[in-house]
């Protein structure tokens, strides 16, 4: 068993929220291996979450030129004589970048080729057993840390001069890649109205989320509804993040986002559920439900529309249980 490997590799190229999670990785392989280079491989266009980090190198994989890009990779990978590879990405270009590293030590989740890893996990849905956990299930052999570490976002450098701190506000993230795991805009538009008017209310998001934002805000009908989508970086959307009164999201990445601020949080699960591990972290959090619908979970990811045609998950949702300010 490695004591003080010198150079670490941690592989996690999938979705933005996946990869603010592996932060929790980099956090715990870093307080155990002060000294040892750590370099995290996440997918293009991802990197600027780790802009300016204290400790983490970033390398990318260009799915775009998905084979391309993997052979470079498993070539720069090799070059880099890795001691040790953390394999957080359970799919076959992942694997044979891992395998193919000549690192000491692999550890990986349990998938195709991971016979070939010193240390393999199952990946496992069951209750109370968050995505961190997992992951520390990986590393903890080598680092021997009985607790888990938290992600961890550094935004000090990336707080938004153009934006209003002074005032008390909320955020709101109404979007999801997956359109079950959206909560219906009118939801979000009742949500909005038990808000106070002393507070301000803003609408968060990428780029293409502006039009739904946009739609939300004018059905509102409020004046101190305000939508921001696509107009801040994500780190500077976590530091927005971090000093709201309270930020309501989707199963979805900012919820990873406000875990990784531990800024105050409420998410709405629609048609995927706490249990398969992605619940938020904060100390103030909450997950509003459905509970007891038969058809629900309906997928791992959710679906571009609901299987049943109904979509209870989301309409049913009680807006008059969640904490407002």
Same mark, same amino acid.
């Given at each position: 068993?490695l004591?003080d490997?010198?150079?670490?590799?941690?592989?996690?190229?999938?979705f933005?929220?996946?990869?603010?999670?592996?932060?929790?990785?980099?956090?715990?392989l870093h307080?155990s291996?002060?000294?040892?280079?750590?370099?995290?491989?996440?997918?293009?266009?991802n990197?600027?979450?780790?802009?300016?980090h204290p400790?983490?190198?970033?390398?990318t994989?260009?799915k775009s030129?998905?084979?391309?890009?993997?052979?470079?990779?498993?070539?720069k990978i090799?070059?880099e004589?890795f001691d040790?590879?953390?394999?957080?990405?359970?799919?076959?270009?992942s694997?044979?970048m891992?395998?193919?590293?000549?690192?000491?030590?692999i550890?990986?989740?349990?998938s195709?080729?991971?016979?070939?890893?010193h240390?393999s996990?199952?990946?496992?849905?069951?209750?109370?057993?968050?995505?961190?956990h997992?992951?520390?299930?990986l590393?903890?052999?080598?680092?021997h840390?009985k607790?888990?570490?938290?992600?961890?976002?550094?935004?000090?450098?990336?707080?938004? /001069?153009?934006?209003?701190?002074?005032? !008390? $506000?909320?955020? #709101?993230?109404? @979007?999801s &890649?997956?359109?079950t795991? %959206?909560?219906?805009?009118?939801k979000?538009?009742?949500l909005?109205?038990?808000?106070?008017?002393?507070v301000?209310?803003?609408?968060?998001?990428?780029?293409?989320?502006?039009?739904?934002?946009e739609?939300?805000?004018n059905?509102?009908?409020?004046? /101190?509804?305000f939508n921001?989508?696509? !107009? $801040?970086?994500? #780190?500077q959307? @976590?530091? &927005?993040?971090k000093?709201? %009164?309270?930020?309501?999201v989707?199963?979805?990445s900012?919820?990873?986002?406000?875990s990784s601020?531990?800024?105050?949080?409420?998410?709405?699960?629609?048609?995927?559920?706490?249990?398969?591990g992605?619940?938020p972290?904060?100390?103030?959090?909450e997950?509003?439900?459905?509970?007891?619908?038969?058809?629900?979970?309906?997928?791992?990811?959710?679906?571009?529309?609901c299987?049943?045609?109904?979509?209870k998950?989301?309409l049913?949702?009680?807006?008059?249980k969640?904490?407002?300010?």
């Amino acid at each position: 068993m490695l004591i003080d490997p010198k150079k670490i590799l941690i592989i996690q190229t999938a979705f933005i929220g996946d990869t603010i999670l592996a932060s929790s990785v980099a956090e715990e392989l870093h307080f155990s291996f002060p000294k040892a280079k750590i370099v995290l491989l996440v997918k293009k266009g991802n990197e600027s979450i780790f802009e300016n980090h204290p400790f983490l190198e970033i390398w990318t994989h260009d799915k775009s030129h998905k084979y391309k890009s993997l052979f470079t990779l498993i070539k720069k990978i090799r070059q880099e004589k890795f001691d040790v590879v953390i394999n957080l990405h359970r799919y076959l270009s992942s694997n044979l970048m891992s395998v193919f590293s000549g690192a000491k030590y692999i550890a990986g989740f349990q998938s195709f080729l991971s016979n070939f890893f010193h240390h393999s996990v199952k990946h496992q849905f069951k209750k109370g057993l968050h995505e961190i956990h997992r992951y520390h299930q990986l590393v903890e052999p080598i680092t021997h840390q009985k607790n888990v570490f938290y992600p961890k976002l550094y935004f000090e450098n990336h707080i938004p /001069n153009d934006f209003d701190f002074n005032k !008390k $506000y909320v955020c #709101l993230f109404p @979007a999801s &890649i997956w359109a079950t795991k %959206q909560m219906p805009p009118l939801k979000w538009v009742e949500l909005i109205q038990r808000f106070s008017k002393d507070v301000n209310i803003y609408l968060c998001g990428a780029k293409n989320d502006f039009q739904l934002c946009e739609f939300i805000k004018n059905k509102s009908n409020r004046d /101190n509804c305000f939508n921001i989508a696509g !107009k $801040y970086s994500i #780190l500077q959307i @976590a530091s &927005i993040v971090k000093h709201a %009164q309270r930020t309501y999201v989707n199963d979805s990445s900012p919820l990873h986002i406000a875990s990784s601020v531990n800024a105050p949080v409420t998410a709405f699960f629609c048609s995927t559920v706490t249990d398969f591990g992605f619940y938020p972290l904060s100390e103030d959090s909450e997950a509003i439900e459905v509970k007891n619908l038969d058809c629900r979970p309906c997928g791992i990811h959710g679906h571009k529309e609901c299987p049943k045609k109904h979509f209870k998950c989301g309409l049913e949702l009680d807006i008059s249980k969640v904490k407002v300010v």
